[in-house]
Antibody, heavy 123, light 108 residues
Framework: EVQLVESGGGLVQPGGSLRLSCAAS????????MNWVRQAPGKGLEWVSY????????YYADSVKGRFTISRDNAKNSLYLQMNSLRAEDTAVYYC????????????????WGQGTMVTVSS | AIQLTQSPSSLSASVGDRVTITCRAS??????LAWYQQKPGKAPKLLIY???SLESGVPSRFSGSGSGTDFTLTISSLQPEDFATYYC??????????FGPGTKVDIK
């Protein structure tokens, strides 16, 4: 079964750090580009970061640039999000999601999502 | 960055109703649009990609159309399991892969 499982969420104080993990199974992880998406309580979806299959190309949302770092370990079939200088507005469920190509374009859809891990930033 | 708006933000409908949700992009994005369904406490589920292509396993009552700046998601006959929030997402050129604000469909 194709699956993504996030872990590492929890309660952290403002200014603190947290590292999220996403374990992939059921597909050749090293062949796929990956993303992190978050959803604040009662709010919509916000794309956070992208990483290419090799890890050589990375993008971030402006809201997290300079504070968050995406990485991957293809040998361990794992995706990571290192979150530093956390703020109250970073409180959200964080999802990892696989992006796939379609007939028409390199990036066409997020077809597989994890169940999410909750991050709460509060004193 | 490309912005997406959705209308309506919420709607009430009955089982069997035809439901249409609109997504508008701030600039032309060709057909680089996907639609997702999200139920409370669950991850989003892909419904439509490339504006009109149905994801495998998704019921045929879901359809998408549009190109450029204006897109629609249509549910031809609303079923009880379709009450959820629906999001559009654009994939024009490079990230950010912006999401629309969502449309909540609930029971009338």
């Amino acid at each position: 079964e194709v699956q993504l499982v996030e872990s590492g969420g929890g309660l952290v104080q403002p200014g603190g750090s947290l590292r999220l993990s996403c374990a992939a199974s059921g597909f050749t992880f090293s062949s796929y580009e990956m993303n992190w998406v978050r959803q604040a309580p009662g709010k919509g979806l916000e794309w956070v970061s992208y990483i290419s299959s090799s890890g050589s190309t990375i993008y971030y949302a402006d809201s997290v640039k300079g504070r968050f770092t995406i990485s991957r370990d293809n040998a361990k079939n794992s995706l990571y999000l290192q979150m530093n200088s956390l703020r109250a507005e970073d409180t959200a469920v964080y999802y990892c999601a696989r992006v796939v190509a379609t007939i028409h374009r390199r990036w066409g859809a997020f077809d597989i999502w994890g169940q999410g891990t909750m991050v709460t930033v509060s004193s | 960055a490309i912005q997406l708006t959705q209308s309506p933000s919420s709607l009430s409908a009955s089982v069997g109703d035809r439901v249409t949700i609109t997504c508008r992009a701030s600039q032309g994005i060709s057909s680089a649009l996907a639609w997702y369904q999200q139920k409370p406490g669950k991850a989003p589920k892909l419904l439509i990609y490339d504006a009109s292509s149905l994801e495998s396993g998704v019921p045929s009552r879901f359809s998408g159309s549009g190109s450029g700046t204006d897109f629609t998601l249509t549910i031809s006959s609303l079923q009880p399991e379709d009450f959820a929030t629906y999001y559009c997402q654009q994939f024009n050129s490079y990230p950010p892969f912006t999401f629309g604000p969502g449309t909540k469909v609930d029971i009338k």
